[in-house]
């Protein structure tokens, strides 16, 4: 399981998912990529999951075609110390997430 940490997630999140492959969009080159580019990209280089802060990323894309499953991040703010105590249950919802597939993870 690949996962891709978006440009809006910090990038020292990483270090909090040591279980799994997890690469940047900037360690990839791929700053500044709009979204549909960016999910393309993914497929290619076979990632399976992103991980973002961008709730609005299920409204923009077709995400079932694009075959990749999306964690959104659901916090105060996109800073670390908002997105760590996430980190528990984003790992459970990784364990059963499947492609296409859209997942909440923390807000109310």
Known sequence: MRLLLDECVPRPLKRELTDYEVR???EMGWSGKKNGELLQLMVQESFTILLTTDQNLRYQQNLQQAGVAVVVLVAPSNRLPDLVPLIPSV??????IA???VIEVGGS
């Open 24 to 26: 940047t969009v900037v």
């Open 91 to 96: 790992c459970d919802v990784l364990a059963r």
């Open 99 to 101: 492609p296409g597939e």
